[in-house]
């Protein structure tokens, strides 16, 4: 684009949205956005940028008229501004396809994919260039991270350097390309955290869920290098048809990049990384969890082999300070610790709570949870999901959000969750709404209980009302 422009963002809270519109902002151009409804930590971020938010959609939030509209993926047909949009035939696109045309083109592309991990991973390995940035002004990143990542304050950086970090999303790209974002990016390297079926809103099965990841693989070109986790038959499914060369991690002793003598200490890991048959660095991060150890191995693997010197990584790591959203203490009321933690997933359920009893050891470990991505409002995960809940001590579930949205054939039902919980001895209960529980909840909670709260939404507020309805219930 040349010259400024005023760009309109349909659906602009989303977290790759939002980042999209500081970069546009950032680039000169006049920037608005609209959303159903705006919570954190991307509506704060999107109100320090000075953004305005319409909010419900409307046709006025498209006034005066935009040079440009971009469409997040969760619009669709029928919404009133993209409905508007067609008719006038004002300018659109997508997310990805405007983020490569604009940020991407002429720059080396890192791109962190995978079911699992991504965000977390792609903080760590912007963090990583960060800090050897201070030694080498060159490896200063540009980023986009689908979270806030804690160390820069913000989802998003643009620099004239020549390294992007960014997170490829599988997700669809948009009403009218629904083939996945990340097929936009054209990696020049890739790290392959997972593979898993997710998503079954839009993957039919497993089977489609991997010939996207398959897909991906094939755009890396041959001087190109993919970091590919090494405990996975999906992973190595997928990259069976690599054209550049390959470095799997893990606890794999025939792993490129292996993890070795991994100690937990409360909310820090720590460990050794070899490369092939050498020790590569010892390792601390202050998180707990061997799913964060992973993703920092792929993001330390992913940055020596570009080149960034050992010390920066070490160092990167040791201070690391996490997502928002992602094992984030949100409050510690009368003892009791409350977790935030964006899961979407059952596998993503089961490694949180996995990483909670390493980081609180004896503690009572309470699971409030909100069916709210399009998975986990499926009932095909639902085996699974009770296998992830059954580690906590106590579960509470939401009921499904919009449940009307999803067939009932295919809908999830929390009774049946709580059913097979209580059957193998774990308390759990449904309730209707964030108010019901914490009314229910809050008085129950005693002095050292962990409650780890788990939605990829606003979930009603229960982040703020909890700790308040605590300190009244004392």
């Known amino acids: 684009m040349n ?36 919570y954190p930590p991307m509506s704060d971020q999107l ?75 792609t903080s760590m390995l912007a963090w990583i260039y960060e800090v050897a940035s201070r030694r080498d002004p060159a490896l200063a990143p540009s980023f986009l991270i689908g979270g806030v990542a804690e160390n820069f304050g913000t989802s998003f950086k643009v620099r004239t350097t020549r390294t992007f970090v960014l997170e490829g999303d599988e997700y669809d790209t948009a009403f009218f390309d629904k083939g996945p974002k990340f097929l936009h990016y054209f990696p020049d390297a890739v790290i392959l955290t997972h593979v898993e079926y997710d998503h079954a809103d839009i993957y039919a099965d497993l089977a489609a869920v991997k010939t996207a990841f ?8 041959r001087r190109g290098r993919i970091v590919a986790f090494d405990a996975s038959g999906n992973v190595s499914e997928c990259l069976e048809r690599a054209f550049c060369p390959v470095e799997r991690y893990g606890f794999a002793a025939g792993s490129h990049w292996r993890i070795m003598n991994m100690r937990h200490e409360g909310a820090v890991t720590r460990w050794t990384l070899t490369r092939g048959s050498e020790d590569f660095a010892e390792l601390t991060l202050p998180m707990a969890g061997e799913h964060n150890a992973l993703n920092a191995t792929a993001a330390a693997a992913m940055a020596a082999g570009q080149g960034v010197p050992v010390t920066a990584i070490v160092e990167a790591l040791a201070t690391f300070q996490s997502v928002k959203r992602r094992l984030e203490v949100r409050a510690v009321v009368q003892g009791v610790t409350i977790i935030d933690d964006f899961a979407h997933h059952p596998t993503a359920v089961r490694e949180t709570l996995r990483a909670l009893r390493g980081a609180y050891p004896g503690q009572r470990l309470i699971a409030v949870l909100e ?53 193998r001895g774990v308390p759990a209960a449904v309730l209707a709404d964030a108010d019901a529980i914490v009314t229910s909840l809050a008085p129950r909670l005693r002095e050292g209980d962990v409650v780890a709260i788990l939605s990829n939404g606003g979930f009603g507020n229960i982040y703020e009302k909890l700790p308040r309805a605590i300190s009244a219930a004392r």
């Open 371 to 423: 069916p709210r991505s399009n998975t986990l409002r499926r009932n095909v995960f639902e085996a699974d999901l009770v296998e992830s809940l059954a580690l906590a001590d106590r579960v509470v579930l939401a009921a499904v959000f919009k449940s009307e949205s999803i067939p009932l054939n295919e809908r999830l039902e929390p009774e049946h969750v709580v059913a097979a919980l209580n059957a």
């Open 214 to 221: 398959k897909r991906l693989v094939n755009l890396v070109p």
């Open 47 to 121: 109100a320090a940028l000075g953004i305005a938010v319409g909010q419900p959609y409307a046709e006025k939030n498209l006034e005066p008229r935009p040079d440009l509209v971009v469409v997040g993926n969760a619009i669709s047909r029928g919404n009133v501004e993209l409905e508007r949009v067609l008719d006038e035939r004002i300018p659109f696109c997508s997310m990805a396809a405007i983020l490569h045309d604009e940020f991407l083109a002429g720059r080396e592309s890192l791109v962190v994919a995978g079911t699992h991990g991504k965000t977390t991973t």
């Open 3 to 38: 010259g400024s422009k005023h760009i309109h963002l349909i659906g602009i809270c989303g977290t790759a949205m939002a980042s999209l519109a500081g970069m546009l902002q950032f680039e000169g151009h006049r920037v608005t956005g609209s959303d159903a409804a705006a």
